[in-house]
């Protein structure tokens, strides 16, 4: 199985911030790496797939990049609507496996 | 517009199954690949399995001796039952298709239900 670790486990930024997260995997999961958004009481929401390509409808403040073991999700600049958790996903190897998450909160 | 809405008891006794259903509207179960998470309190996913569009299943190993998912066609639903549960077992569970986003003949979760919370307790 491979298992996703996520960096830091918290972030404390203000509105307006940039927002750098860290996705790190035990062995290369290719290009099939994808972001999710989670907010209290919600499932979560597809924001990136393939590393790099926004779903449908995520603002540009959003951009994955990465390859291989290592990846980064970044918001540019934090919209309140933004401070949510978020879960890296990859799909290379069955079974698909998400991180801890990284919780993003407001300062 | 896709949707999915989990259903079922919120509540089961320890070494019985849990059973679940999943009504999907907006799309076929005979589409796409379908599949089942869970999240318990306060912490992060687990991917439970799936069932794709020929309707064969793949189950993490994790629970694959305790987990079966269908689909029922003629009502375009999903089920999950999971047995011999404990209190670890205790979870918000979601269904959701895999689809919309695909490479290499795999794709993302596009779209979830909004879950349920099963409680394993006595």
């Known amino acids: 199985e491979i298992v996703l670790s996520q960096s830091p486990a918290t972030l404390s930024l203000s509105p307006g911030e940039r927002a750098t997260l860290s996705c790190r995997a035990s062995q290369s999961v290719g290009n099939y790496l994808a972001w999710y958004q989670q907010k209290p009481g919600q499932a979560p929401r597809l924001l990136i797939y393939d590393v790099s390509n926004r779903a449908t409808a995520i603002p540009a403040r959003f951009s994955g990049s990465g390859s291989g073991t290592d990846f980064t999700l970044t918001i540019s600049s934090l919209e309140p609507e933004d401070f949510a958790i978020y879960y890296c996903l990859q799909r290379y190897n069955w079974p698909l496996t998400f991180g801890g998450g990284t919780k993003v909160e407001i300062k | 517009q896709v949707q999915l809405q989990e259903s079922g008891p919120g509540l089961v006794k320890p070494s019985e199954t849990l059973s679940l259903s999943c009504t999907v509207s907006g799309d076929s179960v005979n589409s796409h690949s379908w599949s089942w998470i869970r999240q318990p309190p306060g912490k992060g996913l687990e991917f439970i399995g799936y069932?794709?569009?020929?309707?064969?299943?793949n189950y993490n190993p994790s629970l694959k001796s305790r987990v079966t998912i269908s689909r029922d066609t003629s009502d375009n639903q999903l089920s999950l039952k999971l047995s011999s549960v404990t209190a670890a077992d205790t979870a918000v569970y979601y269904c959701?298709?895999?689809?919309?986003?695909?490479?290499?003949?795999?794709?993302?979760?596009?779209?979830w239900g909004q879950g349920t919370l099963v409680t394993v307790s006595s």
């Open positions: 959701a298709r895999r689809g919309g986003y695909c490479s290499g003949g795999t794709c993302e979760l596009d779209y």
């Open positions: 069932i794709s569009d020929s309707g064969s299943t």
